[in-house]
């Protein structure tokens, strides 16, 4: 015990499994030899993960100097826990194909399993980490497991993509770390040296007596390091060929989890920011980083020829619109800023999916020579065009819902933003529902079926994680639960 | 031994930082730049010994001897032999002109001077200069990788820019994690020197690859 904290959670604590099963994992992945058993040790390592998290929905433990969970970070948790879940369910159907058509050699899959569950790890702790410096850390090792990750097919483009990803984040991070630095010289004089001038429990409270300046200088290094992992525009450079270059479960959880988790971080420094009040409004520059992305993303998702490059464009469009509502603040936008944080994780994972099983199936990432999906392939084709539908916003999807709520949240409070917001959404619908319908209907090529179809139980494994999450999607468009609402207004409330 | 001293020697040194920060930045020959590279690690492991020394904070002489042992000895030998190993130790081609460069790197530290300075008026005078210097080099760092094409000088940049990053570190007064943080970031320069390794030796060998390459060449436009 240090001044009432003790430093590591106890055996019956939750956040020891969520944390350690990956950990574990990983290890014993790592020198696991035979593949196929690591496949489904990576699913039930996963499970086991996703069922810890469930249990922290009712059960708080108390804040350590490392390590907390609060009402904001546990939604995270546990949507995090769940993706990573039906990924690897996902990811159990992709590599055993993978594996044979021989572009993954044994050994690369026995390094992937391991690097998926160290990822998983290094997500989780960032998002529970009480400490700027510990989540910094894990931020920084979710760009090593993840750089790893996208360069495992070997070819120049994955090689080329990594290295990019890799520098440009590197630097991005470097700054954060510059940023967490000079928080850290902003609270020290308050809160005194050593971890507590680090937590975020305890800055939070004191923030106010915090020096307004260095904060703001702070916030500046923190919005250009965190935005950069974001994909926040000017800063996106590395993300469509990070997305369209790794294996496709890893852009599942590259575009669904770890963009959040980047997200959270840059919200969590914009609490204690906001809760100085002497400072600058972090709002403007949310807004018009949000609204940049936006844009540029709208207008690149004309013109894109690669599948999984499209998708990774629309990921950038998605969090342009998030920053955006949270830019915006005030409890209606933030309410709609986290709905649309769990909407986009859940159905761009689910495109993702698809995405990877039409590449399988058709041999191609080219969008040209994607055609007549609905007829070729009837349950992937209906899936997919549900899920293109509802990242693209059309109702009575989730995602409409929350883009909804921005809009009208934008609309009471700053008309005149409320145009380009309008503007930019439409733009990037026209493009995704121009290219779907090339893709879904239409004759399918005469080749359609040349590369063979996975078996039964694999394409059963690789739709299932689609189909449930389209129908959370479409659920939580239709109706949310009461409590979801109260808890989700309760952290829009002191998200400020 | 008085206060001012211990500020002026931690500020010398500090300094010594940034110039070997600035001279990084005029460097034409490759072999040149890694030199100064492992001369500008040496001055930071000194600064963090300082450091360590007045601020009586002993965990920062593992600061100073990771920089010492991995910065300035391991990375610049292996950059040397790589760099050799690929035979690619000509000049270093340059975005923008030496003097230009100069130019922009007095601006960026002007910058962080103006910048830093006047916020920090409550922090301890250690804490303020030392802060305005790691900023300094910080900038320097990123506009080195902004003008060098190389992919070594670009991870030579990024290594200075990480210097700054663990000098504004160290001089935080108490700052906890400094040797956890600077070990992983000396994880991450491990692994891109293995990237740039396996990525240089791809480009010489990659016709042993080709049918590889083959597959996936129809995935892209």
């Known amino acids: 015990m240090i001044g009432g904290f003790t430093l590591l959670p106890g055996l019956d604590n939750p956040l020891l499994w969520i944390l350690g099963v990956p950990l574990g994992s990983a290890g014993f992945l790592a020198v696991l030899k035979d593949w196929r058993a690591a496949t489904w040790i990576n699913v039930l390592a996963s499970a086991i993960t996703f069922a810890s998290s469930l249990l922290l929905i009712n059960v708080r433990p108390e804040p350590t100097r490392l390590l907390f969970i609060d009402d904001f970070n546990v939604y995270l948790v546990v949507l995090t826990a769940f993706v990573g879940l039906t990924t690897s369910v996902f990811s159990a159907a992709y590599i055993a194909r993978e594996s044979e058509a021989q572009r993954l050699s044994d050994l690369h899959l026995r390094f992937y399993h391991s690097m998926y569950q160290a990822f998983l790890f290094t997500m989780l702790l960032a998002l529970c980490a009480n400490n700027t410096g510990v989540m910094w850390v894990a931020v920084e090792a979710a760009t090593l497991t993840t750089v790893l990750m996208v360069s495992l097919y070997r070819t120049r483009e994955a090689i080329e993509a990594a290295w990019k990803y890799f520098i440009l984040c590197s630097v991005g991070i470097g700054l954060a770390l510059f940023g967490t630095t000079l928080v850290y010289l902003a609270a020290q004089p308050v809160m005194g040296d050593g971890a507590d001038a680090m937590a975020w429990t305890l800055m939070i409270k004191q923030a106010h007596r915090f020096q307004p300046d260095l904060l703001n200088l702070a916030f500046v290094f923190v919005l250009v390091g965190y935005g950069t992992k974001v994909g926040l525009a000017p800063l996106h450079a590395w993300l469509p060929d990070a997305h369209a270059e790794g294996p496709t479960p890893i852009s599942a959880v590259l575009s669904g989890l770890l963009l959040n988790v980047a997200l959270y971080a840059l919200l969590r420094f914009k609490m204690v920011i906001a809760a100085n009040g002497a400072t600058l409004t972090p709002g403007p520059l949310l807004i018009v980083m949000g609204l940049s992305s936006l844009f540029l993303s709208a207008f690149m998702l004309y013109r894109r020829g690669d599948i999984k490059r499209l998708f990774a464009y629309s990921s950038i469009e998605h969090m342009g619109v998030i920053t955006f509502a949270f830019g915006m603040g005030g409890a209606v936008a933030n309410f709609a800023g986290l709905l649309h944080m769990t909407m986009h994780s859940l159905t761009k994972s689910a495109i993702f999916f698809a995405v990877g099983i039409i590449s399988q199936n058709l041999g191609t990432k080219r969008i040209a020579a994607i055609k007549g999906l609905t007829q070729s392939h009837p349950v992937l084709g209906w899936g997919f065009v549900l899920a293109v539908l509802a990242i693209a916003g059309l109702p009575p999807m989730g995602v409409f819902m929350s883009e909804f709520l921005v809009l009208s949240s934008t609309f009471a409070r700053q008309p005149l933003l409320a145009i380009p917001l309008a503007i930019g959404l439409l733009l990037a619908f026209g493009a995704l529902v121009a290219r779907l319908q090339s893709m879904a209907f239409g004759e399918p090529p005469p080749h359609a079926h040349a590369h063979g179809k996975a078996g039964p139980l694999s394409a059963a494994l690789a739709l299932t994680p689609l189909w449930v999450h389209m129908l959370l999607v479409l659920v939580a468009g239709l109706y949310l639960p009461k409590e979801l609402v109260a808890w989700f207004q309760h952290v829009a409330r002191f998200l400020g | ?221």
Request: hydrophobic content about 60%; charged content about 10%.
């Open chain 2, 1 to 221: 031994m008085g206060a001012q001293l211990s500020y002026d020697i931690a500020h010398l040194i500090g300094a010594t930082v940034l110039m070997a920060g600035f001279s990084l930045l005029y460097q034409r020959r490759l072999f040149a730049v890694l030199n100064t590279f492992a001369f500008q690690a040496l001055a930071l492991a000194a600064a963090a010994a300082w450091q360590a020394h007045i601020q009586h904070a002993p965990h920062l002489y593992v600061t100073a001897a990771i920089a010492l042992i991995f910065k300035a000895v391991i990375v610049p030998i292996a950059l040397h032999w790589l760099v050799e190993q690929l035979g690619i130790h000509r000049n270093v081609e340059t975005a923008m002109s030496i003097g230009w460069t100069m130019m922009a790197g007095v601006a960026l530290v002007a910058l962080s001077i103006l910048l830093v300075l006047p916020v920090t008026a409550n922090a301890t005078a250690l804490t303020r200069e030392s802060l305005a210097l790691a900023m300094s080099v910080v900038l320097l760092g990123l506009l080195m990788m902004i003008t060098r094409r190389n992919a070594v000088t670009q991870v030579v940049g990024f290594m200075a820019l990480e210097n700054g990053l663990i000098l504004a570190a160290v001089s935080a007064k108490g700052m906890p994690l400094v040797v956890e943080i600077s070990v992983a970031f000396s994880v991450l320069v491990a692994m891109t020197l293995f990237g740039i390794f396996f990525f240089r030796i791809r480009e010489r060998f990659d016709t042993l690859d080709l049918a590889d390459l083959e597959t996936h060449r129809g995935d892209r436009q």
